[in-house]
C-alpha cells in the first residue's frame, strides 16, 4: 500500500484558489521532489499535508496510511509519523529547544507504543544526533529558533526529524538560505535518515539540493498543478533550459 | 454610598484605635481628615476609570480591624520618613494612614551591603477583617539591599498595603512585590520609592491572586537616577488587576525603564496605566515602557493606557503597549512536532510570562515562581 495518496486537492487561503487538482502517490521508501517557479504552490503543498489551518482545503482527498490525513489534527499527523521541515522555522521565545523537542518526542514515542525516554537517555539520542548534524550542544538549551543563523535553523530541523524518526518527512525549501558547506551537511542529514520504510518530499526551487539528496521522482508544480513528473533527469533538465524554457510560468502566486 | 455615610463608619473605628505617640496620632488625623474629603474613588475618577471600588466601599467598614494589630508599635526612628513619601491623595494611602498602628521597618545603613533579602510578609488568615500594613525601608547611601514583599491569605479579606522606599545617593536596590491573596480577597497596595541621585532601583511586582487587586507603583528620580518597574499579572475566572505606575523624572540624566506583561483569561479584566512625568529640568532623560498582553479568551478585557507628561524638551520618552494571542505560527510548529494544542498553548502561555521572571534576580525567588508558573501552565502534561 502507498504511504501516501493525493486526489485531485484543491486548497485555497482567503479567497484565492491556490492547489488546483493535485495528484500524487509516494511509496514507502520513496524520495519525491517537488520544484517549481516562486508561487507556484509548492510550500501550500507541504503545509496542507501537515495541517496548517491557514489553508482550507476546497476538494479531494489525501490518504496517509489509508487513513483521512485530512480529518487529523496537526499533531496527530506528526504522532503518526509525518514531519514538515518548515522553509521559516518559527522563533519561540522563552521554550527551550531541549523542553521542546523532550515534549515531542515523548508524544511520538506513545502514539508508537514505546515508554518515554528519561533524562539520560534522551541526552544520549540527542548528543548522537547532534553529532550528525554537526550542531553545537549548547543550540538545546536555547529557546527554540531564536536568535539561530539560518543555517542553525535549517540544521535544527534536519536534527529535529532526525530525532522524531518520521515515516514521512516532507522538506520545504530545506535548501533555501544554505551556504554550500551548511547545504552538504544538511544534505549528509538528510541521507543518513534515507531507509527503506521513510518517504521524503523534497521541496525545492533550486536543482543544486539534488545533487546531494539524489530523487527518485521529480515533479514540476505550476499553476497549482503538478504538469510533468520524470525521474531524477527532469531536474538536470530542468537546470538546464530554466522553468520558462520548458514553457513553465510563474502564475505569480503566493508559495 | 455618600462621603458621610462611609466616614461616619469610619470615624467610630477611627476613634476606636489604641493611643499612639503624639506624632503618631497626628499622622492619623490628617490622613484621616483627608480620606473623609476624598472619600472612596468612583469610576468618575479618571485614577479609577476601570476599577470599581464599590465591593470594597460597600463592605470594609463592617470589616474589623486585623486581629494582631493591638498596640501601637511605630518606632519613633521613623518619624523622619514614615508618611512623607506616599501621596495621601491617594484615598487608600489616606485610609491607611489613617489606621498606622504598626509598621514593618527597615533601616540598611550607610555602605551596606545585605547579602539575604529582607524579606516581609503579610499573610491574612482572618476572613472579614480589613488589615493597613505599612513598610517603610530607608536605605541610606551607597547601600545595597534586597527586598521581597509577599502578600498572601486565606478567605475574603481586605488588605491595603502602603510601602516607602527611600533610597540615598548610590544606593543599589533590587524590589520584589509578590501578591498571591486569596481568590476572594480584595488587595490595594501603593509602593512608592524616592529616589536619590545616582541610585539604581529595580522594582518586579507579580500579581497572581486576589479578586479585585489595586497596585500603584510610584518612583520619584533624582539626578542620573536609574529606576525599572516591571510587572506580571495573570488573571483568570473573574478577577480585576490594575496596575498604575507613575516614574516621575525630577531631575537630569534619569533613566527608566518599564515592561508589564499581562496573561488573561476567563472574564478576568485588567488595566495598565503608565504616568511618566518628565519635568522642565529633566533634560536628558531617558525612558522606555512596554505593556504587552496576551489575550487567551473572547471575554477578558484589557484597558491599556500610556499617560506622557513631557516638560523638557531633550528627552528620550518610548513607549508601546501590545494586546494580542498566541502566535498561530508558532502554535502550529509545536503541533506540527506532535505537541496537543492545549499543551502547546500552555507552553507558550508560559514563554510569554517566564521573560519577566526570567529578570528575578533572587535564584530561590526566581525557582520559586517558575514552579508557580510551571504548575499553572503545564497542567496539560508536558
Redesign the interface.
Known amino acids: 500500500m502507498s504511504l501516501l495518496e493525493i486526489k485531485n486537492l484543491h486548497a485555497i487561503v482567503g479567497e484565492r484558489e491556490i492547489l488546483k487538482g493535485i495528484d500524487l502517490t509516494v511509496n514507502p521508501g520513496e524520495v519525491h521532489a517537488i520544484m517549481g517557479p516562486n508561487g507556484s504552490g509548492k510550500s501550500t503543498l507541504a503545509q496542507v499535508v ?5 489553508y482550507h482545503v476546497t476538494g479531494g482527498e489525501v490518504l496517509y496510511d489509508g487513513k483521512d490525513l485530512l480529518a487529523m ?3 496527530d ?3 503518526e509519523g509525518i ?2 521541515a ?1 522553509q521559516y ?2 522563533e ?4 527551550s529547544n531541549m ?3 523532550k ?2 518526542l515523548n ?2 514515542r506513545k ?1 508508537r507504543g514505546l515508554p518515554e525516554l528519561d533524562a539520560m537517555d534522551f541526552l544520549n539520542l540527542v548528543r548522537e544526533k547532534m553529532k550528525l548534524m554537526d550542531m553545537e550542544q549548547t543550540l538545546l538549551n536555547r ?2 529558533n531564536t536568535g539561530f543563523s539560518g543555517g542553525e535553523k535549517k540544521r535544527n530541523e534536519i536534527f ?1 526529524m532526525a530525532v ?1 524518526e518520521p515515516r514521512l518527512a516532507i522538506l520545504d525549501e530545506t535548501d533555501s538560505g544554505l551556504d554550500i558547506d551548511a547545504l552538504r551537511v544538511v544534505a549528509g542529514g538528510v541521507n543518513a535518515l534515507r531507509d527503506p520504510q521513510r518517504s521524503m518530499i523534497v521541496v525545492t526551487h533550486y536543482q543544486r539540493l539534488l545533487n546531494y539528496i539524489v530523487p527518485d521522482f521529480v515533479h514540476v508544480l505550476a499553476g497549482g498543478r503538478i504538469v510533468k513528473s520524470g525521474g531524477k533527469e527532469l531536474a538536470l533538465q530542468l537546470e538546464e533550459s530554466g522553468y520558462a524554457g520548458m514553457g513553465i510560468y510563474d502564475e505569480g502566486e503566493a508559495a | 454610598m455618600a462621603v458621610a455615610t462611609q466616614t461616619g463608619a469610619c470615624l467610630e473605628l477611627f476613634t476606636k484605635q489604641p493611643a499612639a505617640a503624639p506624632w503618631v496620632q497626628a499622622l492619623r488625623e490628617a490622613a484621616f481628615q483627608r480620606f473623609a474629603e476624598l472619600g472612596f474613588p468612583t469610576t468618575h475618577d479618571e485614577e479609577w476609570r476601570f476599577t470599581n471600588v464599590a465591593p470594597i466601599s460597600r463592605s470594609a467598614f463592617a470589616m474589623l480591624p486585623s486581629r494582631d494589630r493591638q498596640g501601637a508599635v511605630v518606632p519613633d526612628e521613623t518619624q523622619l520618613h514614615l508618611a512623607k513619601h506616599a501621596p495621601l491623595d491617594n484615598p487608600f494611602v489616606a485610609l491607611n494612614t489613617a489606621f498606622l498602628t504598626t509598621v514593618a521597618f527597615h533601616h540598611v545603613p550607610r555602605g551596606a551591603v545585605l547579602e539575604s533579602p529582607i524579606e516581609i510578609t503579610h499573610a491574612c488568615d482572618q476572613p472579614g477583617r480589613v488589615h493597613h500594613p505599612r513598610t517603610l525601608i530607608v536605605v541610606a547611601p551607597d547601600a545595597h539591599c534586597t527586598i521581597i514583599e509577599r502578600y498572601t491569605g486565606t478567605g475574603s479579606y481586605f488588605t491595603n498595603a502602603v510601602t516607602e522606599v527611600v533610597a540615598g545617593d548610590g544606593a543599589v536596590i533590587d524590589h520584589y512585590k509578590i501578591q498571591t491573596e486569596d481568590r476572594v480577597a480584595f488587595h490595594i497596595a501603593t509602593m512608592q520609592a524616592t529616589l536619590g541621585r545616582s541610585t539604581s532601583f529595580t522594582s518586579h511586582s507579580i500579581s497572581l491572586g486576589g479578586a479585585l487587586v489595586r497596585n500603584d507603583a510610584n518612583a520619584t528620580l533624582s539626578e542620573g537616577t536609574e529606576a525599572t518597574l516591571n510587572g506580571l499579572y495573570i488573571v483568570n475566572g473573574s478577577q480585576h488587576v490594575d496596575n498604575h505606575t507613575q516614574i516621575d523624572h525630577a531631575k537630569p540624566h534619569g533613566a527608566s525603564h518599564e515592561l508589564y506583561k499581562g496573561v488573561l483569561d476567563g472574564r478576568a479584566t485588567a488595566v495598565f496605566n503608565g504616568r511618566i512625568i518628565v519635568r522642565k529640568d529633566a533634560q536628558k532623560t531617558d525612558s522606555k515602557q512596554t505593556n504587552k498582553n496576551l489575550v487567551l479568551s473572547d471575554n477578558a478585557v484589557i484597558n491599556t493606557k500610556p499617560e506622557l507628561q513631557i516638560l523638557a524638551d531633550d528627552v528620550r520618552c518610548t513607549h508601546g503597549a501590545t494586546i494580542g494571542q498566541l ?4 502554535m ?10 492545549a ?2 498553548r500552555d ?2 502561555t ?3 510570562a ?2 519577566i521572571i526570567d529578570r528575578v534576580k533572587v535564584a530561590a525567588l526566581k525557582e520559586e515562581l517558575e514552579k508557580r508558573l510551571f504548575e499553572k501552565f503545564h497542567e496539560h502534561g ?1
Do not use: M, N
Open positions: 501537515a495541517g496548517r489551518e491557514l489534527a496537526p499533531e499527523r506528526a504522532r514531519f514538515l518548515f522555522p518559527v519561540i521565545p522563552g521554550v523542553y521542546f523537542l515534549a515531542a508524544t511520538v502514539t529557546p527554540v529535529q522524531l | 502566535d498561530a505560527e508558532a502550529f510548529y509545536l503541533q506540527s512536532r506532535g505537541i496537543g494544542k499543551q502547546a507552553l507558550l508560559y514563554a510569554f517566564q521573560d508536558g
